[in-house]
């Protein structure tokens, strides 16, 4: 699945000065006369993330969605710091 970023029809359509819009970028991918009459989750599929609109199919159409990355970083950080303390060893001060 292509990003705006590398996609080549959006590069195009902002080389060209259009926008990059939803609407525009099935237009341009399709023509105006052949944009499939009945939108499936395949057609949606194809489109840059950025311009995909999941919300249009009911929920058992739709697919999982990856936990939110900020969330998973944060459960990887408590991971790894419960990890390395159970390698280090207990800190012991000397009483003077």
């Given at each position: 699945?292509?990003?705006?970023?590398?996609?080549?029809?959006?590069?195009?359509?902002?080389?060209?000065?259009?926008?990059?819009t939803r609407?525009?970028?099935?237009?341009?991918?399709?023509?105006?006369?052949?944009?499939?009459?009945?939108?499936?989750?395949?057609?949606?599929?194809?489109?840059?993330?950025?311009?995909?609109?999941?919300?249009?199919?009911?929920?058992?159409?739709?697919?999982?969605?990856?936990?939110?990355?900020?969330?998973?970083?944060?459960?990887?950080?408590?991971?790894?710091?419960?990890?390395?303390?159970?390698?280090?060893p207990a800190?012991?001060?000397?009483?003077?």
């Open positions: 699945m292509a990003t705006l970023a590398d996609d080549p029809l959006a590069l195009t359509m902002r080389a060209v000065g259009i926008e990059v609407d525009g970028y099935i237009r341009a991918a399709y023509g105006d006369n052949d944009i499939p009459k009945s939108w499936t989750p395949e057609h949606e599929m194809e489109l840059p993330e950025e311009l995909q609109d999941w919300t249009l199919f009911p929920p058992e159409l739709r697919p999982l969605e990856p936990p939110d990355d900020a969330e998973q970083r944060r459960r990887n950080r408590a991971q790894r710091r419960q990890r390395a303390a159970r390698r280090r800190r012991i001060r000397p009483n003077y």
